[in-house]
T-cell receptor, first 115, second 111 residues
């Protein structure tokens, strides 16, 4: 079953603004990952945050993880038109930190950046 | 409407054998994506197929790996002469538009 639930389902903002997407999950995890998908393309891995980490940065991306609330957020600062895509969170609860039994995807947030 | 199905869920092969992983997309979906996940890493895109066509195979290793999505039947990811480094979880996803729906994955272990 899919336990990652992104919120909101769709988000439209002006170029230059910050975009925040949230993800909630239900069970204990080893790590949580964020992905981007452009229309008709494969997923691109953005960031992986482990269960013992609280915050991680990569360029204009900032991810937080609150294991007590079972939630994560992805912040994209100074958004650009090229950031328009769907963003997915995935939780990894497998025994060895990865694998067929552990990775579960949410339905995604569709982000539109208006020029 | 059943979700994306993958089988087998777990596959064990000895070095040099062949591995065949199957993915049945959701009903009505004509696009299939294959991904590989190594432990503690994110998914890595391998190949994108539509019925009878390979659209993007930029993530596929040049040798031993092949994929097909025939007009009838599931998509197949085939790995010939497996090596220990092929041990990973392999996920497929299907779509008809923007959203991708993921299967539960196949864990391949090469002894």
């Amino acid at each position: 079953s899919q336990q990652g639930e992104e919120d909101p389902q769709a988000l439209s903002i002006q170029e230059g603004e910050n975009a925040t997407m949230n993800c909630s999950y239900k069970t204990s995890i080893n790590n949580l990952q964020w992905y981007r998908q452009n229309s008709g393309r494969g997923l691109v891995h953005l960031i992986l945050i482990r269960s013992n980490e609280r915050e991680k940065h990569s360029g204009r991306l900032r991810v937080t993880l609150d294991t007590s609330k079972k939630s994560s957020s992805l912040l994209i600062t100074a958004s650009r038109a090229a950031d328009t895509a769907s963003y997915f969170c995935a939780t990894d609860a497998g025994e060895s930190g990865g694998g067929a039994d552990g990775l579960t995807f949410g339905k995604g947030t569709h982000l539109i950046i208006q020029p | 409407n059943a979700g994306v199905m993958q089988n087998p869920r777990h596959l064990v092969r000895r070095r040099g054998q062949e591995a065949r992983l199957r993915c049945s997309p959701m009903k009505g979906h004509s696009h299939v994506y294959w991904y590989r996940q190594l432990p503690e890493e994110g998914l890595k895109f391998m190949v994108y197929l539509q019925k009878e066509n390979i659209i993007d195979e930029s993530g596929m290793p040049k040798e031993r790996f092949s994929a097909e999505f025939p007009k009838e039947g599931p998509s197949i990811l085939r790995i010939q002469q497996v090596v220990r480094g092929d041990s990973a979880a392999y996920f497929c996803a299907s779509s008809i538009g923007l959203a991708q729906f993921f299967g539960p994955g196949t864990r391949l272990t090469v002894l």
